[in-house]
């Protein structure tokens, strides 16, 4: 039962996911008036093939391991392109129409996740306080005096070259360990310092400087959370909190939380080409449908927020400046608005194959981080 269960949310995480950054695309070309031949869901061979009355073929295909959208596009040598048709052609419109298509998939992920969020605020969320318990010897967070039990109720950033002068701007507020916990993902990711407005037991309020100098720098086989100390403590679920806002502050809420996730994750994957971040931590389609069948079995909203968190990923991904990839092409067309001109097709289809070479290398990484996690004894 475990076994379909995790299989079910698998598939459901990945048609979810790819069918709403396909028709970012579609929807995009549609809009700027490109015809589109197929939108496929999977690869290989199709399992159901559907043609609208504009000719469009919507495809399901056996291999659900992404998709596609396939439009009119006369730099396709498989392509023969009448003269009527010629205006529909992707290749003949302007710049800034060609990168809002390609540039409106990652943008659907994006938009996805802040609609996802938005569904589990509105329902309302239970959320385990931002309640700490006692720090680990020698962290940070033990030498600046934090103690059990004492509760974040603000945050504010710090500049670089703060000296230690007071704060007189009000602290934003902290809801939830699970709201402090991206916001010291941030904090950590972008070396940045920060300031906690505390509550202890005893109900005074108090301030703890986290100076950038002495936060823990993020790198390969080490715990920046130990380091700095700060945990939460373990809260039966009678004292948590619910979060349930209205649909306009859910909204905001969300866009604010995909924004900050975004951005730890971004850092992190530029991590891995800086060395920050190591490749283990790569995972496949095996860690994708544990996650995804473990975060089901919970409940729904858990699985909500992880095809949430999915979808920023998938977004970023696709922003990656490798070919065969949306990032790719995007790169293709910021070289047009510099250069004047368009890569030239063999050039093109050369760093295609590159970068076919380097996502297969990837996925095969990927594979065999899976592979270790999940069959080593």
């Avoid at 402090?180 to 972008?190: F, P, S, V």
């Avoid at 790569?282 to 858990?302: C, F, R």
Wanted: proline share 6%; with cysteine; charged share 15%.
């Amino acid at each position: 039962m475990q076994a379909l269960i995790t299989l079910a949310a698998f598939l459901v995480t990945l048609g979810v996911l790819v069918s709403f950054h396909e028709y970012g695309h579609f929807l995009a070309a549609r809009l700027c008036g490109v015809r589109v031949l197929r939108f496929a869901l999977g690869f290989g061979k199709p399992l159901f093939t559907y043609r609208a009355s504009n000719s469009t073929e919507w495809v399901l295909a056996s291999i659900p391991l992404g998709g596609y959208v396939k439009l009119l596009d006369g730099r396709d040598r498989e392509q023969i392109i009448s003269v009527e048709e010629r205006p529909q052609s992707f290749d003949v419109k302007p710049l800034w129409q060609r990168s809002m298509i390609v540039a409106a998939g990652p943008f659907a992920n994006f938009l996805l996740a802040v609609i996802l969020f938005s569904v589990i605020y509105v329902s309302g969320v239970p959320q385990l306080p931002a309640r700490l318990q006692a720090p680990p010897e020698q962290s940070i967070a033990a030498k600046l005096g934090v103690a059990a039990g004492d509760q974040v109720r603000g945050w504010q950033s710090l500049s670089s070259d703060y000296s230690g002068a007071p704060i007189l701007d009000e602290f934003d507020p902290v809801p939830s360990w699970n709201a402090l916990r991206w916001l010291l993902l941030n904090a950590l990711t972008g070396e940045q310092g920060f300031a906690l407005e505390i509550q202890d037991t005893a109900g005074g309020r108090h301030v703890k400087f986290f100076k950038q100098d002495d936060l823990p720098l993020i790198a390969p086989n080490s715990d920046p959370f130990q380091a700095l100390g700060l945990f939460p403590q373990v809260t039966p679920p009678s004292e948590w909190i619910e979060l349930k806002l209205g649909p306009i502050g859910a909204l905001g809420f969300a866009y604010q939380r995909v924004s900050l996730i975004t951005k730890v994750s971004f850092r992190l994957m530029l991590g891995l080409f800086t060395g920050k971040t190591t490749l283990k931590q790569l995972g496949g389609p095996l860690s994708i449908a544990d996650m995804a069948g473990k975060s089901a079995q919970v409940g729904w909203q858990p699985f909500v927020a992880f095809l949430a968190l999915m979808s920023i990923s998938i977004g970023l991904l696709n922003l990656v400046p490798l070919p065969m990839l949306d990032g790719g092409q995007l790169l293709y067309d910021a070289w047009e608005l510099v250069a004047g001109k368009r890569i030239s097709l063999s050039l093109q289809e050369k760093l295609q194959k590159v970068g076919f070479l380097l996502l297969i290398s990837l996925s095969l990484l990927a594979l065999f981080n899976d592979l270790q996690r999940y069959l080593s004894f």
